[in-house]
């Protein structure tokens, strides 16, 4: 059943970006470029997902147990060191220069379009080398 709750949720998130337009990468694109064709249009999405999150958080925790799952499965680090700081910058770099980040790019790569198929085997080889280098170096086994 979880499995089933988390395609759905995934799906609606997919046709949520499709319909806000966000699956374009020049919609991303001509958010970041303040001085040529600007458009504000990324920041009432962000803003609707923020205010949907507040509400939605407060209701969610509000239970004494998630509606499917036994328990609520939240962060309790709450140090900012290097992971914290340089994975963001990269993500916003690659975001800044693509245009996509990975919801949109996989959404993308259902429709096609040439730059989210160069970007998500990038985006993917990128999550795989953070996780070697999280997990420390694999040791090679000696016979």
Not at 68 to 83: C, E, N, Q, Y
Not at 116 to 138: D, H, N
């Amino acid at each position: 059943m979880p499995f089933l709750v988390n395609l759905a949720l995934g799906l609606l998130f997919g046709v949520g970006l499709v319909v806000s337009g966000m699956s374009d990468p020049a919609k991303v694109l001509n958010f970041l470029d303040f001085f040529g064709t600007w458009d504000p249009s990324l920041a009432f999405v962000m803003g609707g997902a923020v205010v949907v999150a507040f509400f939605g958080y407060r209701l969610v925790l509000s239970r004494n147990r998630p509606m499917v799952g036994s328990t609520f499965h939240l962060p309790t680090k709450r140090d900012i060191d290097a992971r914290v700081t340089v994975g963001p910058a990269i993500f916003g770099f690659g975001w800044g220069l693509s245009g996509f980040c990975p919801g949109p790019a996989l959404t993308a790569v259902g429709s096609g379009t040439t730059g989210a198929l160069v970007f998500v085997p990038a985006m993917l080889a990128g999550m795989w080398l953070a996780r070697l280098m999280a997990e420390g170096k694999p040791q090679i086994a000696r016979t």
